[in-house]
């Protein structure tokens, strides 16, 4: 009797045991359907969107839609997406002051054409008569003046800023001479005084840097000569150098006599007391775009001295700078292929 009770709960409990097993594949199968019908659910909602994603790009009613249609239409949403942020980021930089430039046609192809050289000439009050023999000899004026700048790719602009009593008659005059030949940048932010040049010399090139995206700026002086064309094809020969500091390099005694005509306060910054370090002379000298940019940039702490040429020649110490001493730049004397002369 014993035995068989015994017996008989063993088989109870195997057969329990048994049906534990098939519950669970039971419960497994129910939730894995389910799943697949969700997928196929959703799948099949996808399906009907791009159909009539479809349906509405292509215009054709009713049709079926294939793999290739579905990726077409996949990649053309991911253009739309990039297309709006562009938009974004165009209309954020148009309101920056940030415009793209006119784009010129060449052999079928379209390119920007950025300008060879901004050239500043550096001029005062009263030097009416300087900057018209400039206008006759060599700058141009009006249409010639036009026809430089397209032709050539050579901006010419005389360069003053305002007077010491704002708005007085030497402001207007500057201003009545500039409504007839449109040819001045007027720094409104410097005041024009005799131991100004270097810092003019810096807004300037800021300015320039600022307004026109040029390959080289060029500091002229305002009873210097430019032959443009041999400046055309000697700036042509360093367009492949990123960093261009050129010019008549010198480096020049440093005086410390207070009386002395070119006497520089901080004589002593210069080790020796003896001579400064490589620097363009500052009757013309010519920088690269990177270069003018760098001045724009820093233009609030970058260190002016008596000089502008020595000046700018600071600016440029401890940069990877390429100094190119031409001697065409030399404009004490005319000689064959000079591009600067002084008068």
């Not at 009539?52 to 991911?78: H, P």
């Not at 054409?113 to 001029?123: A, E, F, S």
């Not at 002229?220 to 064309?229: E, F, G, K, R, T």
């Amino acid at each position: 009797m014993q035995s068989r009770g015994s017996n008989h709960r063993l088989s109870s409990m195997g057969n329990n045991r048994s049906r534990i097993p098939a519950l669970l594949i039971s419960m497994f199968a129910t939730f894995a359907s389910i799943y697949v019908v969700g997928r196929l659910w959703q799948d099949a909602e996808n399906r009907v969107y791009l159909i009539k994603e479809l349906d509405r790009i292509t215009g054709q009613g009713q049709s079926a839609i294939s793999v290739d249609d579905t990726l077409k239409i996949i990649a053309c949403r991911e253009q739309h997406k990039k297309l709006d942020a562009l938009e974004t980021e165009l209309a954020a930089a148009r309101q920056e002051g940030f415009v793209s430039k006119p784009l010129i046609e060449i052999n079928g192809t379209y390119s920007r054409r950025r300008p060879l050289v901004v050239i500043g000439i550096l001029t005062k009050f009263g030097r009416q008569k300087n900057r018209d023999a400039i206008r006759k000899a060599w700058m141009g004026s009006g249409s010639s003046l036009k026809k430089i700048e397209d032709g050539k790719g050579i901006i010419v602009r005389f360069v003053i800023g305002r007077s010491e009593n704002r708005g007085d008659n030497l402001d207007a005059d500057i201003a009545r001479e500039n409504r007839l030949t449109n040819d001045f940048i007027i720094l409104d932010n410097h005041v024009e005084t005799n131991d100004a040049l270097p810092k003019k010399a810096k807004l300037f090139f800021a300015h320039a840097a600022d307004k026109w995206d040029a390959e080289f700026y060029a500091k002229v002086n305002d009873d210097i000569y430019v032959n443009i064309d041999a400046l055309g094809a000697t700036l042509a020969t360093h367009l492949d150098k990123p960093r261009v500091y050129m010019g008549c390099m010198k480096s020049g005694e440093v005086f410390s006599e207070l009386n002395h005509k070119w006497y520089e306060p901080e004589w002593w910054k210069f080790g020796d007391k003896k001579s400064y370090f490589r620097h363009a002379s500052g009757e013309m000298y010519v920088i690269s775009r990177a270069l003018a940019k760098f001045i724009s940039i820093n233009r609030s702490i970058l260190r002016t001295y008596a000089h502008d040429d020595v000046s700018a020649g600071s600016w440029f110490i401890g940069l990877d700078v390429k100094h190119v001493d031409e001697a065409k730049f030399c404009c004490s004397s005319w000689s064959t292929g000079a591009i600067c002369a002084g008068v």
